[in-house]
Nanobody, 115 residues
Framework: QVQIVESGGGSVQPGGSLRLSCEVSGIAFDRIFIEWHRQAPEKQREVVATIAPTPLDTAVYADSVEGRFTISRDNAKNTVYLQMTQLETEDTANYCC???????WGQGTQVTVSA
């Protein structure tokens, strides 16, 4: 049974940083694409970052977060991270992790950016 647990969300001021974690169990972690999605109230869901399986580990970002967010993976911990810097109020959303090829989703973690 695949389980996905996100953590690391919270409240932060504009310009601040947060690191989200996505721990995945029950699947061959190093062989899967992982995506971070976000959804804000009354907005469409957006894929903010994707990381390819090892050994590629290639990362792709949405234009809205390019240069500010970094996705990475630690296969020893079955965990993908999303390091978010220079946060803006527009980054406020619920952030969810998805195992792309199987369409498995986590419950998400809330990020709120406000002054």
């Amino acid at each position: 049974q695949v389980q996905i647990v996100e953590s690391g969300g919270g409240s932060v001021q504009p310009g601040g940083s947060l690191r989200l974690s996505c721990e995945v169990s029950g699947i061959a972690f190093d062989r899967i694409f992982i995506e971070w999605h976000r959804q804000a109230p009354e907005k469409q869901r957006e894929v903010v970052a994707t990381i390819a399986p090892t050994p590629l580990d290639t990362a792709v970002y949405a234009d809205s977060v390019e240069g500010r967010f970094t996705i990475s993976r630690d296969n020893a911990k079955n965990t993908v991270y999303l390091q978010m810097t220079q946060l803006e109020t527009e980054d406020t959303a619920n952030y969810c992790c998805r195992v792309r090829d199987n369409d498995y989703w986590g419950q998400g973690t809330q990020v709120t950016v406000s002054a």
